[in-house]
C-alpha cells in the first residue's frame, strides 16, 4: 500500500502488467462508440489513466465521446509515447519458464525500443532442453501441463509508475530447477528512460548534489528501521522476534529504488531486499524522500492528481474544464467533467467513467491540440491494444490451485498474441 503522504491513494505496491487484460468498468451512459450529448460540457481532450487503462475523453462542447483500453501511455517533448509489455513462454509437461520484456515506442510511428530484457529465462530453458531434448512444448488446449511442475523459472516484471520520460519498474526472478542449482527468489527496483532504455541512478534524475543527499539519508533510514526491529524483538514482539533471523540478509542497494510523487513533489522511494530462512525474497520499503524538482519534473506536474485533504477527491485543471474523482464504493472512483470557471469545486459535472482505481495521470490533448495525424495514430494504438487484449483471453493456459510450497510461484497466464507487430 502507499505512504500516508503519497499522491496514489490506494495504489497497491505492485501492479498486474498493464496489458494483460481490461478490468475498468466505463459508466453506463458512455461508450465507445455511442456519445453522451448535452449542452453544457466544455471543450475538452485528455487521456485519463487509472487502473489498468488509460481513457481517452474528448468533447466539442455538445458532445462527449469515451473510449478506454488497457494502454500505458506517457508524454516527452511533446510526443505520446506508448510503453508495453510482452511475454515469451513455454510450457512443458514438468517444466514452465516466463519471461516478459519491456518496450517503449511513439505512438505516431518509429521503431520500438526495447528497454528490457534479461537472458536468465532463455539460458535455463536451454539447459532444460538439453537435458530433456524429447519433451515437447505444450500449446495453450494440452491439459498436460503439472500443477506442480519440477522446474520453474519465471521472470515478471511490474510497472509501478511512469513519469513523462521514466518509467519504475519492479522485477521478480524465481528459479527452481530439478536437480539444482538451489532455488532463487530474487527482486529489485529500478528506474528506465523511456526514449532509451538507459537504467538511472538517482544523481541522474535529480543531480548529483541531491543524489548524494537522498541516499545518505535513505541509508540512514534503512538502518534506523533495522534497529528498530531488533529493538522491538528484544522487547517480545512476536512479528520483529520472527523477522530477526532474516535481518542480516537485507541490503540497501543504491539503485534499487522507484520515482514517486508526495503531494505533487517528485520522492524516491528505496526497496531493501533480504531472503527469507527458506530462500524466499523479502523487501522492506524505506520511506520516501521528497527531491528537489528537476527540470523535466515540470512538465510532470500537470498531469498529477491533486487530492482534497481527506484524500477524498482527487481534481485536474485544462484551460477550459475541471476534471474531478471522487471516492464511490470500494476502489471506485467516479470521473466528472465541469467547465473551468464553475464556481463550486464540489459541482457533479458531467460524468466521463466510473473506474476503478488508482489514479494515475491525465495529459491534457488540448494545450496545444492534437493535428490530425496524431489523432489517428493515437485511435490505432487503441484499436491495437484493445484487440491484443481480447486475444489474450482467447489464448491463455488455466492457472491451477496454489503449491503447496508457498516460496513456488504458480504459473501466470500464458499468452501467445501479446507481442506488438
Partial sequence: MPHAQADRHGRAASIVPLLLGLVLMVGACVSDRAPVITASLPRAEFLLSAGDSTYWAQS????????SAPLLLT?????LIEV???DDASEYAEASFFATQLWARPVSGGDSVRLHTDSTVDRARARWRRRFPAEEELTPDDDAASEEPATVVHESLDLLDVHGPFVSVERRLDADIAGGPPHEHTLARFVLDVRTGARQTVAMLF??????RVEALARRLFGQQLDSIRAAGAQGDDRAAAALPTLASFRFIPTSFAIMNVRGAPAVEFLA????VNGEALTMHVPPQTVAEPSWWGAVRP???????DSSRAEWSGQTY?????????????ITMSTADSPDSTARGTVVATVEGPLYQLIALDAPALDSASRSALARAFDAATMLDAGAEQATFRVPSPSADP????RPPLSFVLHRP
Fill in 407 to 410: 516460496y513456488r510461484r504458480q
Fill in 303 to 309: 498531469t498529477l492528481p491533486r487530492w482534497s485533504s
Fill in 322 to 334: 475541471r476534471v474531478q474523482a471522487r471516492r464511490g464504493g470500494e476502489n471506485e472512483l467516479a
Fill in 207 to 212: 543531480g548529483e548534489v541531491e543524489g548524494a
Fill in 273 to 276: 531486499v533480504g531472503r527469507g
Fill in 60 to 67: 466539442d462542447g455538445t458532445q462527449l465521446r469515451v473510449r
Fill in 84 to 86: 508495453f509489455l510482452t
Fill in 75 to 79: 508524454r516527452v517533448d511533446g510526443a
